[in-house]
């Protein structure tokens, strides 16, 4: 025991003169240990050398030895791996409705890493589709952001057992301002003109329209419960909704729909005379825009029994089903067993600076509403569970 007490007794002398990089080095040591149980005797052995034998002894026995205290040693479980200097290591790995495209690549995920650390990867997509996808196992994301919860329940249990329903928008109609029905347009959106113009407009023929598809994607869905509300609210004639559409409601089989990603380039390209959007995506695209009263824009929680007299019958997998429309909000859930990287993502968006910017980008802010059972503890905190 001489040995250890001389070592202890020359510590003491240089514990004031340990450089800047020993007592990084000590720090890293007290993490590895705290998550592994590594002991000091080890790290000696494996030749850190009589300064670094020195190091490892100061934190396991002085405090004199100018290393950090026991409260600034990270938990085990903790995201940062042994060894590095404490940043969270780890990817989010993100399937978003494709609304969401322009917010999370440009906005929100260099947002999420420079606040906590970790990478992010996203993948964009009708809410539909990217749902489809996950309970085929073709993708398999740690985080699934959509337009509408029911692309979320259709994944439970086996996949989540719950959501969080943060956010909202509305329909609007985007306008191509060179084409030749832009003053129209325009007089429509000043409220020059009245808005039942704008109807009769996408009747005539030759007017070329965008959409997306009712079967996979919210929005296509949500434009068509936006036309027959309008037709409903403004008397207008029963012919209104399937000559704008150019068929059936529900067909899929049109020339108008377009991929979401593609639908807003399509229309900026001139190829369109006018298209579908939610209005964040007009507003980060600086899309000219057609703005829609609450009654038939489905942007407004407190107009959800009017929104549910629009229907419309979808084809899913092979099965036609029947949908009301419903008020259009952005949820969030994990997938499968979150890792840490994952559940940061998610407590970045519910968090206030998270929130902040979703209303930059031109979102409705709602109150955080946990659906569904399992919300692990670090989402339950944030969203005051």
Known sequence: MARPLMWLHLLSKRSQRLSQPGQTRCRHFLRYATVTG???VMTVKRGLGWRGGLVVLACAGLAAAGCGSASSIPAAGSAQEPGTSGKPSGTADVAYASSLEFLNEQV???????????????RAGAS???????????????????????????????FTKWFVQYAGTSIVVAYNPDSKYAPQFKAIASGKKPLTDLFTLM?????????????IDPQGRAFIYMLKLAQLTYHLPVSTVSKILGGPAGSPESPQIF????????LQSGQLDAASAYLNQAAELHLPYI?????????????????AKAKVTITSNGEKSTKAGVPLTIDITTIGTPAPAALAFVKYVLSPAGLAL??????????PTVTGTGVPAAIRSEVGG
């Open 128 to 158: 539909g589709e990217l749902s489809s996808g996950i309970a085929s196992g073709e993708i398999s994301p740690g985080v699934f952001e959509s337009v509408g919860g029911d692309n979320i329940t259709s994944l439970e249990p086996k």
């Open 108 to 122: 929100f995920g260099p947002a999420f890493t420079k606040a906590e650390g970790f990478t992010y990867s996203g």
């Open 203 to 215: 009747e005539t023929p030759g007017f070329k329209l965008g959409r997306t598809d009712p079967d």
């Open 358 to 367: 979703y209303k930059q980008g031109g979102y409705r802010i709602l109150t």
């Open 259 to 266: 991929t979401e990603a593609s639908l807003d380039s399509t």
């Open 38 to 40: 590594y002991r000091p």
């Open 291 to 307: 703005p829609l009263p609450d009654s038939i824009n489905l942007g407004n929680p407190r107009d959800a029994a009017q929104y």
